[in-house]
């Protein structure tokens, strides 16, 4: 097993990254959508379902398996032998942003299904606030995975 993953590190190394990259697409993008599905279209209207229907897919078919081929192959890397020693700081700022990533990528799907309802609450300003916490985290994980401090 540990003789595979270390076989298979570059792919497995690869293949993460490319989750990682549809996942954040998905994480910057849908937060924008809901900038404009708040303050440009009228709920219960057809432009309402059109928004409702881009957001589901988004986050089912791109933002969702995204995530969790992230974390699998993210999981698998920790699990190749010498690639994390713990004693050092960069796995663990690299843990908080991820966990942190995880959180906003729920906070996201708890907030589309308000819109289904018809109760969002939150204002364009807030969730233009909000898509910074991506761009946040992204720089901790690419400073703690390629520096290793
Ligand atoms: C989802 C949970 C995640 C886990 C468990 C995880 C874990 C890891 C591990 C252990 C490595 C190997 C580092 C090395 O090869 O030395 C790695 C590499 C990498 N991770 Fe993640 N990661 C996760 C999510 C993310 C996210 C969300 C991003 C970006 C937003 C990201 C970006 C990267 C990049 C760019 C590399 C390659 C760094 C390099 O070797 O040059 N990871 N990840």
Known sequence: MWDFLALAY??????HILSVI??????FYLPRLFVYHVERVAAGG??????????HKLLRYIMN????????FGLLLVLTPGIVYWGSVWPWT??????GMTWFHHWL??????????????SGRHYRMMNELPTLFLI????????KF
Not at 10 to 15: E, G, H, M, V
Not at 140 to 147: A, T
């Open 22 to 27: 549809a996942w954040m697409a998905g994480l």
């Open 46 to 55: 057809d432009t309402d379902l059109l928004f409702q229907t881009m957001e």
């Open 109 to 122: 799907g708890l907030r589309r299904k308000n819109f289904v309802r018809g109760d969002n609450k939150v």
């Open 140 to 147: 901790v994980i690419v400073f703690s995975v390629v520096l």
């Open 94 to 99: 690299k843990a908080a942003a991820v966990l």
């Open 10 to 15: 570059p792919w497995i190394k690869s293949l």
């Open 65 to 72: 398996p995204a995530m969790i081929a992230a974390w699998i």
